[in-house]
């Protein structure tokens, strides 16, 4: 009777052991998995699929069971790649995936430097100061177009990179 | 007779024997083009950057005169082939794998072919110390006129950092039609000899190789001749079977060497140092002559060609100018290349100017098409033919897959585009192409990456900043707050009083 009791004590004690150990270290593999949804988005910070950029949108992926074809950016292959690392069904994009690398492009005869564009952009490519001319990095621009939106006067509009 | 012995080769794996096609370019010597009423300058006619120009439309210039410097890292000028004014800087139709227009200064020539006044004539090479001599070869704006355009001062200003052992020229000339090179040592081995000499100043070596095939008896006997003249015991002349593609860098490395080269590395990797002859007697002309490279030396030949043969012009002749000289095409004229039938890049225009990469016009009467593409049986005759020992028929089947990891670990990278597996293949599958094609892919999507990562950090270091400013003002908040709570509700007061007497008093 007692060995009965000490063994499943035991048992018990070990896989308590060994559940904790697990929940442990299966939270930094996740904690690992959003880095690696994250590597696969496009980075553009756009704001497109409801978070406030990739990073949380990798995390609400991994934690919330968010759907992964919200990223119109990374289009259909961003997709494939998420379902690939994810063991998930291909789904269509919810929305029209973004054709090609675009870019912002002010016009700087109608920029009233306002600088409501530059606190906009997530990733610091537009410079100008207030009541001067504003213009865009073009090479560090990743075409989110949260700018867009925030020019009073529409001078900013989307053009192909090439 | 054989002028030069054929010893102690290493040996190439795979590789053709092609039909030369050489003889009708080679008949006559080297004909000199007359100054076109209009030259066409790009100014990306190198590996890197593009060059910046640095005239302007309707300004004057003369011949040899500095029209574009390089910019960036890697890069070579741009001069004037001859004298004329500057009539427009636009996109034109060019010779590249990808894309058609590039920018160009065109220059409407004046028929004076003035030469600019050098401002000081440096003393001989000889005389000055290796890294001066490399600093000149950087100012002839010389690239590698292999076809690899390679800036020629920076390949040796990499190669000086590296244990080198041997300089070798490369005379070796494999790719069918094209005979440049070969016309080039026949007429003008003591330049390339010279040029040989300059080059081993500058690295600071004693020992070189000018190696040159062995179905071109008349370039090795005026090699020979010249070597015999300078009695220089630094330079050994050798001579190599006619496979192609052993002309290629790496392959060359490894014939003359038995030491091969390796991947993803550079001849420089195993102590060589490769350099194409017409780029060793471009740097003659420099550094002896003072005529920066403003000319080259082309082969005009095939079918389509009224009188093939090889031909001293300027940069920036158009093809047509070239055309009209050798006597027009023929009736039989269809597809016009630029470079070789191997290699080259079939264009839709003869608009398209002589640039410091064209070794040479192939005009043929009709498209070499393969037949129709079938199947691939993996009959493996493409992997015996491959100079690089890597397996065609496996790269192909990833290719088609996509699979990037596996494409790479077969060593796609390493494929150095010869065609010798489209040309064995029986089922005709343009295996160059999808290769090519595949490598543009890979490209493309690291380029995306890298942006993407870039991106990823400027996000992080601005919200990295935001949340500092935050936190700085929230502070700068609380402190305030603590200070007037330290104070006590009697100085709060004062304070009020003191604010309400001045609004008084206004």
Aim: glycine content about 8%; charged content about 20%; proline content about 6%.
């Amino acid at each position: 009777m007692i060995t009965a009791i000490v063994t499943i004590a035991l048992i018990a004690l070990l896989a308590g052991l060994a559940l904790s150990y697990a929940s442990r270290s299966l939270a930094s593999e996740s904690d690992g998995l959003i880095e690696q949804v994250n590597a696969l988005l496009p980075q553009t910070q756009c704001a497109q699929c409801g978070y406030p950029g990739c990073r949380p949108y990798a995390a609400a992926i991994i934690e919330d069971d968010a759907p992964i074809n919200l990223c119109p950016p990374g289009g259909d292959n961003t997709v494939r790649r998420l379902a690939d690392l994810l063991g998930k069904n291909i789904v269509p994009l919810a929305e029209e995936a973004t054709h090609g690398h675009i870019v912002a492009v002010i016009d700087e005869s109608r920029c009233i430097g306002c600088t409501h564009c530059r606190t906009a952009c997530p990733v610091d490519a537009i410079v100008g100061a207030h009541q001067l001319m504003h213009t865009i990095i073009k090479s560090e621009c990743t075409g989110c177009e949260l700018c867009v939106i925030r020019c009073p006067v529409d001078c900013i509009s989307m053009q192909s990179a090439a | 007779m054989s002028a030069a012995p054929t010893y102690d080769l290493g040996k190439l794996h795979g590789g053709l024997r092609l039909q030369a096609n050489k003889s009708a370019s080679t008949a006559q010597a080297i004909h000199k083009v007359p100054v076109p009423a209009q030259l066409v300058l790009p100014i990306a006619q190198h590996v890197g950057d593009p060059a910046q120009p640095v005239v302007g439309i309707g300004e004057r210039v003369l011949k040899g005169q500095l029209i574009a410097e390089p910019d960036g890292a890697l890069g070579a000028p741009v001069h004037a082939s001859s004298s004329g004014k500057i009539v427009a800087i636009e996109p034109w139709p060019v010779s590249r794998r990808y894309g058609e227009n590039a920018p160009c200064i065109v220059i409407e020539c004046d028929g004076e072919d003035r030469h600019i006044e050098r401002a000081e004539i440096p003393p001989a090479y000889d005389t000055l110390p290796p890294d001066v001599v490399l600093t000149q070869i950087l100012q002839g704006g010389i690239v590698g006129l292999g076809g690899a355009v390679f800036p020629t001062a920076q390949k040796l200003m990499q190669a000086v950092t590296c244990e080198l052992k041997y300089l070798i020229l490369n005379g070796v000339e494999c790719e069918p039609y094209i005979s440049c090179d070969d016309a080039l040592m026949r007429e003008y081995a003591r330049e390339i000899v010279g040029g040989a000499q300059i080059l081993l100043h500058a690295l600071e070596l004693d020992s070189g190789y000018i190696v040159v095939e062995s179905d071109k008896p008349e370039a090795i006997h005026a090699i020979a001749d010249v070597l015999a003249e300078v009695s220089d015991d630094r330079l050994v002349l050798k001579q190599v079977p006619s496979i192609y593609p052993s002309g290629g860098e790496d392959q060359l490395v490894q014939l003359v060497t038995n030491l091969e080269v390796p991947s993803g590395g550079l001849p420089t990797d195993v102590g060589c140092l490769v350099q194409n002859v017409g780029t060793t007697a471009a740097i003659y002309d420099w550094i002896i002559n003072h005529e920066p490279l403003i000319a080259r030396v082309t082969t005009i030949t095939g079918d389509g060609i009224a009188q093939p043969m090889n031909l001293d012009v300027r940069i920036g002749t158009t093809v047509a100018d070239v055309v009209n000289f050798v006597g027009g095409y023929t009736d039989r004229a269809e597809q016009l290349i630029i470079g070789g039938p191997m290699t080259g890049k079939t264009v839709t225009t003869d608009r398209v100017p002589i640039v410091k990469a064209t070794n040479c016009i192939l005009v043929l009467s009709q498209d070499p098409a393969l037949g129709p593409e079938m199947p691939c049986i993996r009959c493996g005759n493409c992997a015996a033919v491959c100079p690089v020992q890597l397996l065609p028929q496996q790269l192909f089947w990833y290719a088609c897959a996509d699979d990037e990891a596996k494409i790479r670990s077969y060593g796609l990278t390493d494929c150095i585009e010869c065609g010798c597996c489209d040309l064995v293949c029986p089922s005709h599958i343009p295996l160059t192409f999808d290769f090519r094609m595949a490598k543009a892919r890979y490209r493309e999507m690291a380029d995306e990456k890298a942006r993407a990562e870039r991106a990823r950090l400027r996000f992080e270091a601005r919200n990295e900043r935001l949340e500092k400013q935050q936190k700085a003002r929230d502070d700068e908040l609380s402190r305030q707050k603590e200070t007037a709570q330290q104070a006590g509700p009697e100085a709060i007061a004062a304070i009020l009083k003191r604010k309400q007497q001045a609004k008084d008093e206004d």
